[in-house]
Protein backbone atom coordinates (compact mmCIF):
# COMPACT_ATOMS: atom_id res chain seq x y z
CA UNK A 1 0.00 0.00 0.00
CA UNK A 2 2.89 2.46 1.12
CA UNK A 3 4.54 1.55 -2.60
CA UNK A 4 1.51 2.52 -4.50
CA UNK A 5 0.58 5.47 -2.75
CA UNK A 6 4.56 6.37 -2.02
CA UNK A 7 4.57 8.87 -5.12
CA UNK A 8 1.68 10.80 -3.92
CA UNK A 9 2.12 11.40 -0.50
CA UNK A 10 4.31 12.18 2.06
CA UNK A 11 6.35 8.86 3.10
CA UNK A 12 6.01 10.42 6.69
CA UNK A 13 2.55 10.63 6.14
CA UNK A 14 1.86 7.40 5.15
CA UNK A 15 3.55 6.05 7.84
CA UNK A 16 2.10 7.74 10.66
CA UNK A 17 -1.03 6.69 8.96
CA UNK A 18 0.09 2.77 8.79
CA UNK A 19 0.83 2.90 12.58
CA UNK A 20 -2.16 4.13 13.74
CA UNK A 21 -4.61 2.00 11.65
CA UNK A 22 -2.21 -1.15 12.95
CA UNK A 23 -3.45 0.00 16.57
CA UNK A 24 -6.86 -1.23 15.77
CA UNK A 25 -6.18 -4.96 15.62
CA UNK A 26 -3.11 -4.74 18.20
CA UNK A 27 -5.81 -2.91 20.83
CA UNK A 28 -7.89 -5.44 20.66
CA UNK A 29 -5.81 -8.20 20.97
CA UNK A 30 -3.82 -7.47 23.65
CA UNK A 31 -6.81 -6.25 25.58
CA UNK A 32 -8.36 -9.66 24.94
CA UNK A 33 -4.89 -10.97 26.43
CA UNK A 34 -4.09 -8.83 29.19
CA UNK A 35 -7.76 -7.05 29.62
CA UNK A 36 -8.35 -2.97 29.45
CA UNK A 37 -5.43 -2.70 32.07
CA UNK A 38 -2.90 -3.48 30.06
CA UNK A 39 -1.49 -0.15 29.99
CA UNK A 40 -0.60 -0.74 34.23
CA UNK A 41 2.77 -2.22 35.48
CA UNK A 42 4.53 -0.93 31.59
CA UNK A 43 8.11 -0.36 32.03
CA UNK A 44 7.76 2.65 29.75
CA UNK A 45 11.62 3.78 29.55
CA UNK A 46 11.97 0.23 27.54
CA UNK A 47 8.75 0.53 25.34
CA UNK A 48 10.26 3.37 24.59
CA UNK A 49 13.49 3.09 23.80
CA UNK A 50 12.20 -0.04 21.93
CA UNK A 51 9.82 1.72 19.97
CA UNK A 52 11.88 4.51 18.78
CA UNK A 53 14.74 2.11 17.00
CA UNK A 54 11.48 0.08 15.97
CA UNK A 55 10.54 3.07 14.21
CA UNK A 56 13.58 4.25 12.49
CA UNK A 57 13.79 0.48 10.96
CA UNK A 58 10.08 1.11 9.85
CA UNK A 59 10.93 4.29 8.15
CA UNK A 60 14.33 2.89 6.41
CA UNK A 61 12.58 -0.36 4.92
CA UNK A 62 9.78 1.66 3.67
CA UNK A 63 11.67 4.18 2.51
CA UNK A 64 13.45 1.43 0.94
CA UNK A 65 10.30 -0.28 -0.72
CA UNK A 66 9.48 2.57 -2.48
CA UNK A 67 12.56 3.19 -4.45
CA UNK A 68 12.90 -0.56 -5.36
CA UNK A 69 11.13 -4.09 -7.21
CA UNK A 70 9.90 -6.10 -4.21
CA UNK A 71 11.43 -8.44 -5.21
CA UNK A 72 15.07 -6.83 -4.32
CA UNK A 73 13.39 -5.97 -1.14
CA UNK A 74 12.93 -8.73 0.89
CA UNK A 75 16.39 -10.38 0.15
CA UNK A 76 17.96 -7.92 1.96
CA UNK A 77 15.75 -7.66 4.81
CA UNK A 78 16.38 -11.40 5.29
CA UNK A 79 20.05 -9.62 6.13
CA UNK A 80 17.93 -9.12 10.05
CA UNK A 81 17.54 -12.75 11.03
CA UNK A 82 21.01 -13.19 9.98
CA UNK A 83 22.40 -10.15 12.20
CA UNK A 84 20.19 -10.77 15.02
CA UNK A 85 22.35 -14.45 14.76
CA UNK A 86 25.57 -12.89 15.07
CA UNK A 87 24.35 -10.04 17.74
CA UNK A 88 23.30 -12.88 20.24
CA UNK A 89 26.52 -14.79 20.00
CA UNK A 90 28.13 -11.60 21.61
CA UNK A 91 25.32 -10.22 23.50
CA UNK A 92 23.33 -13.22 24.67
CA UNK A 93 26.08 -16.03 24.67
CA UNK A 94 24.21 -18.07 21.83
CA UNK A 95 26.22 -20.82 20.66
CA UNK A 96 27.52 -19.95 17.07
CA UNK A 97 29.54 -22.68 15.11
CA UNK A 98 30.79 -23.35 11.34
CA UNK A 99 27.60 -24.21 9.99
CA UNK A 100 25.93 -21.18 11.38
CA UNK A 101 28.75 -18.92 10.03
CA UNK A 102 28.55 -20.92 6.52
CA UNK A 103 24.84 -19.79 6.68
CA UNK A 104 25.64 -16.33 7.55
CA UNK A 105 27.97 -16.23 4.57
CA UNK A 106 25.96 -17.44 1.87
CA UNK A 107 22.79 -15.38 3.44
CA UNK A 108 24.84 -12.23 2.37
CA UNK A 109 26.03 -13.60 -0.14
CA UNK A 110 22.46 -14.26 -1.88
CA UNK A 111 21.68 -10.76 -0.92
CA UNK A 112 24.71 -9.49 -2.46
CA UNK A 113 23.70 -11.33 -5.71
CA UNK A 114 19.98 -9.90 -5.81
CA UNK A 115 20.92 -6.82 -5.38
CA UNK A 116 22.58 -6.87 -9.23
CA UNK A 117 25.72 -5.94 -8.47
CA UNK A 118 27.11 -6.08 -12.12
CA UNK A 119 26.81 -4.48 -15.17
CA UNK A 120 24.47 -2.15 -15.83
CA UNK A 121 21.71 -2.30 -12.77
CA UNK A 122 18.77 -0.12 -12.39
CA UNK A 123 18.77 -1.10 -8.80
CA UNK A 124 18.78 1.84 -6.08
CA UNK A 125 21.69 1.66 -4.29
CA UNK A 126 20.25 4.00 -1.96
CA UNK A 127 17.12 1.95 -1.38
CA UNK A 128 19.62 -0.91 -0.98
CA UNK A 129 21.21 1.02 2.08
CA UNK A 130 17.85 1.94 3.69
CA UNK A 131 16.65 -1.94 3.70
CA UNK A 132 20.02 -3.17 4.69
CA UNK A 133 19.72 -0.29 7.97
CA UNK A 134 16.36 -1.02 8.47
CA UNK A 135 17.25 -4.75 8.73
CA UNK A 136 19.67 -3.45 10.94
CA UNK A 137 17.22 -1.71 13.47
CA UNK A 138 14.49 -4.78 13.06
CA UNK A 139 17.98 -7.00 14.55
CA UNK A 140 18.57 -4.98 17.32
CA UNK A 141 14.68 -4.46 18.26
CA UNK A 142 14.37 -8.51 18.57
CA UNK A 143 17.40 -8.38 20.63
CA UNK A 144 16.76 -6.20 23.15
CA UNK A 145 13.02 -7.69 23.38
CA UNK A 146 15.34 -11.18 23.97
CA UNK A 147 17.32 -9.65 26.23
CA UNK A 148 15.01 -8.34 28.71
CA UNK A 149 11.69 -10.61 27.67
CA UNK A 150 10.99 -10.22 31.16
CA UNK A 151 10.03 -6.51 30.84
CA UNK A 152 7.26 -6.96 28.36
CA UNK A 153 4.73 -9.29 26.64
CA UNK A 154 4.49 -9.93 22.60
CA UNK A 155 1.55 -7.94 22.93
CA UNK A 156 2.32 -5.16 24.86
CA UNK A 157 6.02 -5.00 22.78
CA UNK A 158 4.29 -4.69 19.49
CA UNK A 159 1.16 -2.36 20.42
CA UNK A 160 3.80 0.38 21.97
CA UNK A 161 6.28 0.07 19.14
CA UNK A 162 3.36 0.91 16.95
CA UNK A 163 1.71 3.54 19.23
CA UNK A 164 5.64 4.89 19.15
CA UNK A 165 5.97 5.22 15.76
CA UNK A 166 2.41 6.99 15.26
CA UNK A 167 3.19 9.63 17.67
CA UNK A 168 6.66 10.14 16.18
CA UNK A 169 5.40 10.04 12.24
CA UNK A 170 2.59 12.41 13.67
CA UNK A 171 4.81 14.97 15.12
CA UNK A 172 7.82 14.87 11.70
CA UNK A 173 5.13 15.71 9.52
CA UNK A 174 4.77 18.65 11.21
CA UNK A 175 0.91 19.06 11.29
CA UNK A 176 1.42 19.43 7.25
CA UNK A 177 -1.35 16.76 5.79
CA UNK A 178 -2.02 16.37 2.03
CA UNK A 179 -6.18 16.00 1.76
CA UNK A 180 -6.53 12.28 0.45
CA UNK A 181 -9.34 11.24 -1.71
CA UNK A 182 -11.70 8.12 0.31
CA UNK A 183 -9.82 5.45 -2.16
CA UNK A 184 -6.53 6.64 -1.18
CA UNK A 185 -7.16 6.90 2.35
CA UNK A 186 -9.36 3.50 2.67
CA UNK A 187 -6.10 1.28 1.37
CA UNK A 188 -4.27 3.40 4.03
CA UNK A 189 -6.47 2.18 6.25
CA UNK A 190 -6.81 -1.03 5.01
CA UNK A 191 -2.99 -1.23 5.05
CA UNK A 192 -2.77 -0.58 8.55
CA UNK A 193 -5.29 -2.69 9.69
CA UNK A 194 -3.12 -5.79 7.51
CA UNK A 195 -0.22 -4.68 9.23
CA UNK A 196 -1.76 -5.17 12.90
CA UNK A 197 -2.92 -8.38 11.96
CA UNK A 198 0.05 -9.65 10.30
CA UNK A 199 1.88 -8.50 13.82
CA UNK A 200 -0.74 -10.26 15.98
CA UNK A 201 -0.46 -13.38 13.72
CA UNK A 202 3.04 -13.85 14.01
CA UNK A 203 3.14 -13.46 17.47
CA UNK A 204 0.15 -16.06 17.46
CA UNK A 205 2.74 -17.98 15.72
CA UNK A 206 5.54 -17.78 17.45
CA UNK A 207 3.82 -18.87 20.31
CA UNK A 208 2.36 -21.91 19.19
CA UNK A 209 4.55 -23.35 16.40
CA UNK A 210 7.89 -25.03 17.14
CA UNK A 211 10.76 -22.63 16.55
CA UNK A 212 11.84 -24.31 13.72
CA UNK A 213 8.65 -24.70 11.75
CA UNK A 214 7.76 -21.16 12.74
CA UNK A 215 11.42 -20.02 11.19
CA UNK A 216 10.54 -21.59 7.89
CA UNK A 217 7.13 -19.77 7.25
CA UNK A 218 8.93 -16.53 7.07
CA UNK A 219 10.30 -17.24 3.78
CA UNK A 220 7.19 -17.24 2.63
CA UNK A 221 7.85 -13.54 2.81
CA UNK A 222 9.64 -13.76 -0.54
CA UNK A 223 7.13 -15.79 -2.21
CA UNK A 224 4.84 -13.29 -1.23
CA UNK A 225 7.15 -10.10 -2.70
CA UNK A 226 8.03 -11.37 -6.21
CA UNK A 227 4.23 -12.34 -6.66
CA UNK A 228 2.66 -9.08 -5.41
CA UNK A 229 5.91 -7.11 -7.71
CA UNK A 230 4.57 -8.97 -10.68
CA UNK A 231 0.85 -9.03 -10.69
CA UNK A 232 0.35 -4.96 -8.76
CA UNK A 233 3.63 -3.23 -10.47
CA UNK A 234 4.17 -5.44 -13.04
CA UNK A 235 7.95 -5.93 -11.28
CA UNK A 236 9.57 -9.53 -13.02
CA UNK A 237 12.56 -10.15 -11.13
CA UNK A 238 16.00 -10.75 -12.50
CA UNK A 239 18.24 -13.84 -13.30
CA UNK A 240 20.48 -11.85 -10.48
CA UNK A 241 17.05 -11.53 -8.31
CA UNK A 242 15.71 -15.25 -8.79
CA UNK A 243 19.59 -17.16 -7.93
CA UNK A 244 19.88 -14.44 -4.96
CA UNK A 245 16.96 -15.36 -3.35
CA UNK A 246 17.62 -19.50 -4.02
CA UNK A 247 20.81 -18.84 -2.20
CA UNK A 248 19.06 -16.78 0.76
CA UNK A 249 16.52 -19.43 1.07
CA UNK A 250 18.96 -22.57 1.05
CA UNK A 251 21.06 -20.26 4.20
CA UNK A 252 17.70 -20.84 5.87
CA UNK A 253 17.20 -24.24 5.28
CA UNK A 254 20.99 -24.81 6.38
CA UNK A 255 19.98 -23.50 9.49
CA UNK A 256 16.60 -25.06 9.87
CA UNK A 257 18.32 -28.23 9.45
CA UNK A 258 21.03 -27.21 11.75
CA UNK A 259 18.58 -26.72 14.56
CA UNK A 260 16.62 -29.34 14.00
CA UNK A 261 19.09 -32.01 14.39
CA UNK A 262 20.59 -29.93 17.18
CA UNK A 263 17.18 -30.15 19.11
CA UNK A 264 16.58 -33.54 18.32
CA UNK A 265 19.82 -34.38 19.35
Given at each position: VIKLLGDRYSILQLLFLNSLFSLIPLFYFI???????????QNYYFQIVRGVIHTIG???VLKGVILLPLSI???VLFTSPLMLLVMSHFFL??????????AIL???FGVLISAEPFGSSNVSIQGVLFIFFGAFCIAITHLITRKYNYLTSSYSAAFFSMA????IFFFTTRFSFEVMTVNDLSLSFLGGVFAGLGVSAVIYGSKTLPSSVFGLTSYFQIIYGVFLGWIIFNQLPSIYNYFGILIVILAGLLLFYFDKSENES
Open positions: CKKHSFKFYKNFLCVYPSDNINIIRVLMGFVSAI
